[in-house]
T-cell receptor
């Protein structure tokens, strides 16, 4: 199993450009998450999805859109990139269980995005 | 809303010594999970240890143990016999207990503590 993969690993954009970050998982997880990590800020939740076709906003959703058309993929889009979106982006996924037990979130390797 | 505070931006420890990383949190929830994640220079997020709030016994994983004080809302990580490979950023994180039929809820992270193990 590849686990959680992210594409691309690095990217440099100019202000105003658009791009899509792809997260893929092969563990048949229902839940998927996008976080951003900034120096001195820890990881903050951007958007998340509890299943195919459903998404929800997290703590810092402005300037981002997401889609979950397939269970194994979770896309994060930047329509008009800004320097404030320079960050490291992490995707994570986990199972959902009807008993409400905890399930570990598995993280991807991250994407370093620089917006000039 | 939940908040997680790590008051030590940086720490260092001599190899083979013991170090404790601090974490406090604020929540009105009565049942939840707490975690410590390790992020080495490779950037990969690695789960170190987990504590369930309704369990009084402190979690341990080999050289890693926690001191969970629920009333004080404190959750510190102790690393014994520190090794050079322990050099990393360490994040404390909180998760509300999943509701039945709802599964996981997102993690809330602290700002991290950069730990350096010195030979």
């Amino acid at each position: 199993n590849a686990g959680v993969t992210q594409t691309p690993k690095f990217r440099v954009l100019k202000t105003g450009q658009s791009m899509t970050l792809l997260c893929a998982q092969d563990m048949n997880h229902e839940y998927m998450y996008w976080y951003r990590q900034d120096p001195g800020m820890g990881l903050r939740l951007i958007h998340y999805s509890v299943g195919e076709g459903t998404t929800a906003k997290g703590e810092v959703p402005d300037g981002y859109n997401v889609s979950r058309l397939k269970k194994q993929n979770f896309l994060l889009g930047l329509e008009s990139a800004a320097p404030s979106q320079t960050s490291v982006y992490f995707c994570a996924s986990s199972y959902s269980r009807s008993r409400g037990d905890y399930n570990e979130q598995f993280f991807g390797p991250g994407t370093r995005l620089t917006v000039l | 809303a939940q908040t997680v505070t790590q008051s030590q931006p940086e720490m260092s420890v001599q190899e083979a010594e013991t170090v404790t990383l601090s974490c406090t949190y604020d929540t009105s929830e009565s049942n939840y999970y707490l975690f410590w994640y390790k992020q080495p220079p490779s950037r990969q997020m690695i789960l170190v240890i987990r504590q369930e709030a309704y369990k009084q016994q402190n979690a341990t994983e080999n050289r890693f143990s926690v001191n969970f004080q629920k009333a004080a809302k404190s959750f510190s990580l102790k690393i014994s016999d520190s090794q050079l490979g322990d050099t990393a950023m360490y994040f404390c994180a909180f998760m509300k207990h999943p509701l039945i039929n709802s599964g996981n809820t997102p993690l809330v992270f602290g700002k991290g503590t950069r730990l350096s193990v010195i030979a």
